[in-house]
């Protein structure tokens, strides 16, 4: 109940507020599983997309937004359930599995599920390569895959603001990306297939520039930073 009064309020006060320049919306299936696939500015992207999509959109976010304590904590945790996230432990050593595998839950259930498959946001603006856990749900599911491209969420929310900035933000939704043509979720090389097959549409629509690299978050201590180093360097 919490999450569709949310919606109903957030819907049109985004519209009146916000003005978002919204493409390709008719392009989304209204009925059956659905895989948003997005590339990802700003904290602020999954409220987007949950806002505009003509679907309940569900998406991971850090438990740290569901277990605060105080008043800060709920509401916190009623935020965040509102809009249809899923709490996921990045600490826990399996985080990337259990994150597709309630992606899956989601779809297997006729739901919409978003996700990045950068993996973490862009601080540079640039386009990331896509890692395969896309295709793993689409594959696994057969699902159709929504591609996304955001453009302005970065300025929503940056480093050194407490509250969303009202600026001019783009949403374009792609043309749904058939799963089942691109062969077996057991397949290495169809998994790549299908996430490059995302990534260029992402890429042909958000217009940025390639990065061919995959994106990593900012190492956490000195000897993150060597391994990465290392691991760069390595001719294997």
Same mark, same amino acid.
């Given at each position: ?44 992207d ?5 806002? *505009?999509? @003509?679907?309940?959109? #569900? ?5 740290? !937004?569901?277990?605060? %304590? =105080? ?13 249809g ?13 259990d ?15 978003? *996700?990045? @498959?950068?993996?973490? #946001? ?5 386009? !990331?390569?896509?890692? %395969? =856990? ?22 929503l ?8 900035r ?20 057991a ?7 299908? %996430? ?6 992402i890429?042909?629509?958000s ?7 995959y ?13 990465r ?8």
């Amino acid at each position: 109940m919490l999450k569709a009064v949310a919606k109903t309020l957030a819907r049109p006060l985004a519209k009146v507020v916000y003005r978002p320049t919204v493409i390709g919306r008719e392009l989304i299936p209204r009925t059956g599983p659905v895989l948003f696939a997005s590339n990802h500015l700003s904290f602020m992207d999954s409220v987007v997309i949950t806002v *505009i999509a @003509p679907r309940d959109v #569900r998406f991971l976010a850090k438990a740290e !937004y569901f277990t605060g %304590t =105080g008043a800060k904590g709920r509401a916190s945790k009623a935020f965040f359930e509102a809009i249809g996230a899923i709490p996921v432990d990045r600490e826990s050593t399996t985080a990337a599995q259990d994150s597709l595998e309630s992606g899956r839950e989601v779809l297997e259930e006729g739901g919409a599920f978003a *996700i990045y @498959p950068e993996g973490t #946001r862009s601080r540079d603006g640039r386009l !990331y390569k896509g890692r %395969t =856990g896309v295709a793993w749900l689409g594959l696994t599911t057969g699902c159709p895959i929504v591609p996304v491209a955001l453009t302005g969420t970065e300025e929503l929310l940056p480093g050194d603001a407490r509250v969303p900035r009202v600026r001019p933000v783009t949403v374009q939704f792609g043309e749904p990306i058939d799963s089942t043509t691109f062969g077996d979720a057991a397949s290495a090389r169809s998994r790549r297939r299908l %996430t490059d097959e995302v990534m260029t549409a992402i890429g042909t629509m958000s217009g940025q520039e390639l990065a061919n690299a995959y994106n990593e978050p900012p190492a956490a201590n000195v000897v993150e930073r060597m391994r990465r180093v290392l691991h760069r360097n390595d001719p294997a």
